[in-house]
């Protein structure tokens, strides 16, 4: 299924339900409640917001217009927003890997091709981290890993618990390329960052 897109106010917004055109619309007009800053640095923003009493987690990845090389980048990219949003759409929906948490909506801006602003609205879950459940991520990212899709930042702060349930945040859903080697890098920064006794779960390879 492929993301809709339209103009609004100069802005450009991407996203596969309906609803989410006058979400965008809203948050372009600054027609919303903020309620509660998770992240304010010079590289990322992060935030809950509230529209018609729904919540929503809103990101601004600010890399893509401070950084010269990722700004370069971005005039032959899609950008990392809307990467984000169609990978895990597509691996939610034909793969059943309903542990992501979703993303609604991209909402960006470009001049002269390169991106000037982009954000990415998702869904808002009241999980934790809980590191008694690390075999049980660990086992969950070998099944991401079997579908030829790498989490880059594997830690357990980005796979939070939620009623029991785990969900995987912080992460683009991108395919892997030349072999499993994303997929040993993926468990190396587990094993070496936060978990020094795990049992290595792959053979070793070229």
Same mark, same amino acid.
């Given at each position: 299924? @492929?993301?809709?897109?339209?103009?609004?106010?100069?802005?450009?917004?991407?996203?596969? &339900?309906?609803?989410?055109?006058?979400?965008? @619309?809203?948050?372009?007009?600054?027609?919303?409640?903020?309620? @509660?800053? !998770?992240?304010?640095?010079?590289?990322?923003?992060?935030?809950?917001?509230?529209?018609?009493? &729904?919540?929503?987690?809103?990101?601004?990845?600010?890399?893509? %217009?401070? /950084?010269?090389? *990722?700004?370069?980048?971005?005039?032959?990219?899609?950008?990392?927003? !809307?990467?984000?949003?169609?990978?895990?759409?597509?691996?939610?929906?034909?793969?059943?890997? /309903?542990?992501?948490?979703?993303?609604?909506?991209?909402?960006?801006? *470009?001049?002269?091709?390169?991106?000037?602003?982009?954000?990415?609205?998702? &869904?808002?879950?009241?999980?934790?981290? #809980?590191?008694?459940?690390?075999?049980?991520?660990?086992? !969950?990212?070998?099944?991401? %890993?079997?579908?030829?899709?790498?989490?880059?930042?594997?830690?357990?702060?980005?796979?939070? !618990?939620?009623?029991? @349930?785990? *969900?995987?945040? #912080?992460?683009?859903?991108?395919?892997?390329?030349?072999?499993?080697?994303?997929? %040993?890098? #993926?468990?190396?920064?587990?094993?070496? #960052?936060?978990?020094?006794?795990?049992?290595?779960?792959?053979?070793?390879?070229?």
């Amino acid at each position: 299924m @492929k993301y809709k897109k339209e103009k609004y106010k100069g802005y450009n917004l991407y996203y596969f &339900e309906e609803k989410f055109s006058e979400i965008g @619309k809203k948050i372009v007009d600054k027609n919303y409640r903020e309620e @509660k800053i !998770l992240k304010n640095t010079k590289r990322n923003f992060v935030e809950i917001i509230s529209i018609n009493e &729904e919540k929503f987690v809103l990101k601004e990845n600010r890399n893509e %217009h401070i /950084i010269p090389q *990722r700004k370069l980048m971005s005039f032959f990219k899609k950008g990392e927003a !809307l990467t984000t949003l169609n990978n895990l759409n597509e691996l939610i929906e034909n793969y059943n890997l /309903i542990e992501y948490v979703k993303p609604f909506l991209v909402i960006n801006k *470009r001049k002269y091709g390169f991106i000037t602003y982009s954000a990415l609205i998702m &869904e808002n879950i009241n999980g934790k981290e #809980d590191r008694s459940y690390i075999e049980e991520i660990i086992k !969950l990212m070998k099944k991401v %890993h079997s579908f030829k899709v790498y989490h880059g930042d594997f830690n357990p702060g980005n796979f939070l !618990l939620e009623d029991g @349930k785990i *969900r995987i945040i #912080d992460t683009q859903g991108k395919k892997m390329r030349f072999f499993n080697y994303r997929a %040993h890098y #993926d468990m190396l920064t587990m094993k070496m #960052d936060s978990y020094q006794e795990m049992k290595y779960p792959y053979k070793k390879n070229v």
